[in-house]
């Protein structure tokens, strides 16, 4: 069974610093690419970052320059290290994860396995 496990949410004050993993078990997580999302209520889920199997990343333009996507395959993680945290950034974060073969997708709806997500807030 694919699980993923997210966490390192927190409050945080503007400009501060967070660390979000993502523990997947019951897959090889070296054959997905690994996607975080965030959504605040009323809006629809959006791609923050997404890095593939190769290790290439994309970021939102909105968080380019201040959080970085990395894995860990050896342990079956994945991480967002978000810095320069504004309130903006505030949301539930979500990670997903997508067979390689199919792709490199920003979509959410091609997202098939999602974490349970975890709370940033970030005060001004």
């Known amino acids: 069974e694919v699980q993923l496990v997210e966490s390192g949410g927190g409050l945080v004050q503007a400009g501060g610093s967070l660390r979000l993993s993502c523990a997947a078990s019951?897959?090889?997580?070296?054959?997905?690419?690994i996607a975080w999302f965030r959504q605040v209520p009323g809006k629809e889920r959006k791609m923050v970052a997404v890095?593939?199997?190769?290790?290439?990343?994309n970021y939102a333009d909105a968080v380019k320059g201040r959080f970085t996507i990395f894995r860990d395959n050896a342990k079956k993680t994945g991480h967002l290290q978000m810095n320069s945290l504004k309130p903006e950034d505030t949301a539930v974060y979500y990670c997903?994860?997508?067979?390689?073969?199919?792709?490199?997708?920003?979509?959410?709806?091609?997202?098939?396995?999602w974490g349970q997500g975890t709370q940033v807030t970030v005060s001004s």
């Open positions: 890095i593939t199997t190769s290790g290439s990343t």
């Open positions: 019951g897959f090889a997580l070296d054959d997905y690419a």
């Open positions: 997903a994860v997508r067979r390689s073969y199919l792709g490199y997708s920003g979509r959410s709806q091609d997202y098939a396995s």
